[in-house]
Structure formats: structure tokens, C-alpha cells
């Protein structure tokens, strides 16, 4: 089966870096979207890398291992209005997007 | 402004009753997708269109019906078949001709089933 493997929940400081890790195991890669999602609202695209290494955009960098299976969103100097859900979706050999459940990222003051 | 646009953002139903979810873009995107998003879950697909008058189930397509009679246009009708429809439906669009398939998401409708 396909499987994406995401923190239920991380609370992280304002002004502090966070690292949000996303693990996948489906049938084919062909890329890997980082979107954002505020309460009751809907997903925005922040990233997608398809081959290894860090693509950084802003406070935001996204990493990508294909061999492990691994990717993570790094996001840096945490402002209130980065508390969101963060989705890591997987394009897989069908070039269909499978979706992990989101990671809740609590910011306090 | 270009965009994508669902009404409306709040549906309460009786349940047994059928009810259709209107989802409308104006980036002459080619492909069209329909999402259910249950608390703690990831998205689920239920219906995709690459093209007007074609359609193709997703994992979650029972109790669910579409159509495709304009590239503008994808409404999802929830049907008294479905046993659990209260959830959160986001209807998202493709641009042709893209190396990758980011998706461009509506501001999604709550149904709520009473």
C-alpha cells in the first residue's frame, strides 16, 4: 500500500526554527508537494522538489531524499501567522497525488 | 480576479437528501479534482477530469456523482448513498502543459449532515 507518515502535532516558539518531517512509501516518485493549510481554510502550495537536496524559498526550505524516502519543511524565524497544518503529498507513478494526514504546528509568544 | 471558486462555504442537508456542490474556475485549467477532508486525515480523492466530458473515480468515489459538461465547471452531487457525508470538500484545478501538478485549491464547502 501507499503510505505518508507525518507528526500528528509540533508546538514551536515565535522567532524559532521548526523542522517538520514527512516519510513516504508509495508506488513510484514523481515529486513531492509541501502545501500549507490554515483552519477551516484551504491548502496553498509552498514547495515541490522532485530531485535530492534543499530548494529554500524565503523563511521556508524544503529538503528531499529520494534513496530514504524522506523529506523535510524547515521554516525559520516563526511568525503567530505560520500556525497551520502542513501537507506532504507524494505524485506517484500514476501521477496521482497521495496525501499525508498534515502536521499541526502550534506557534506561542 | 482569476481563481476557484465553491458555494457555497457552509451546507446543511437533511439527511437522505441528495445534494450538489458547485466548484468553478476561470484559469482555463484542464483538469479538475474533487477532495474530501475528514479532521486528522489526509485529503481523499473521489472524483478527477482531465477533460470536459470525462471523468475517472478516485479511492472514495462511492455515494458520489460528478459531470463535466464545461471546462469551468465540476459539481459533486453527494448522494443518499453516501452513509457519512458530513466532511470538508475541496474541489482543486491543474494548469495545462505543467512539468509537475501543482494543484490550485477552492475555498472549499463544510457539509454538514443533520
Known amino acids: 500500500g501507499q503510505n505518508i507518515d507525518q507528526p500528528t502535532e509540533m508546538t514551536a516558539t515565535e522567532g524559532a526554527i521548526v523542522q517538520i518531517n514527512c516519510t513516504y512509501q508509495?508506488?513510484?516518485?514523481?515529486?513531492l508537494f509541501w502545501y500549507q493549510q490554515h483552519a477551516g481554510e484551504a491548502p496553498t502550495f509552498l514547495s515541490y522538489?522532485?530531485l535530492d537536496g534543499l530548494e529554500e524559498k524565503g523563511r521556508f526550505s524544503s529538503f528531499l531524499s529520494r534513496s530514504k524516502g524522506y523529506s523535510y519543511l524547515l521554516l525559520k524565524e516563526l511568525q503567530m501567522k505560520d500556525s497551520a497544518s502542513y501537507l506532504c503529498a507524494v505524485v506517484d507513478s500514476n501521477y496521482q497525488l497521495i496525501w499525508g494526514a498534515g502536521t499541526k504546528l502550534i506557534i506561542k509568544p | 480576479d482569476g481563481g476557484i471558486t465553491q458555494s457555497p462555504k457552509y451546507l446543511f442537508r437533511k439527511e437522505g437528501q441528495n445534494v450538489t456542490l458547485s466548484c468553478e474556475q476561470n484559469?482555463?485549467?484542464?483538469?479538475m479534482y474533487w477532495y474530501r477532508q475528514d479532521p486528522g486525515q489526509g485529503l481523499r480523492l473521489i472524483y478527477y477530469?482531465?477533460?470536459?466530458?470525462?471523468?475517472q473515480k478516485g479511492d472514495i468515489a462511492e455515494g458520489y456523482s460528478v459531470s463535466r459538461e464545461k471546462k469551468e465547471s465540476f459539481p459533486l452531487t453527494v448522494t443518499s448513498a453516501q452513509k457519512n457525508p458530513t466532511a470538508f470538500y475541496l474541489c482543486a484545478s491543474t494548469p495545462p502543459g505543467t512539468s509537475y501538478y501543482e494543484q490550485f485549491f477552492g475555498p472549499g464547502t463544510r457539509l454538514t449532515v443533520l
Open positions: 522538489n522532485v
Open positions: 484559469l482555463n485549467h484542464d483538469a
Open positions: 508509495t508506488s513510484g516518485f514523481n515529486g
Open positions: 477530469s482531465q477533460i470536459v466530458n470525462d471523468f
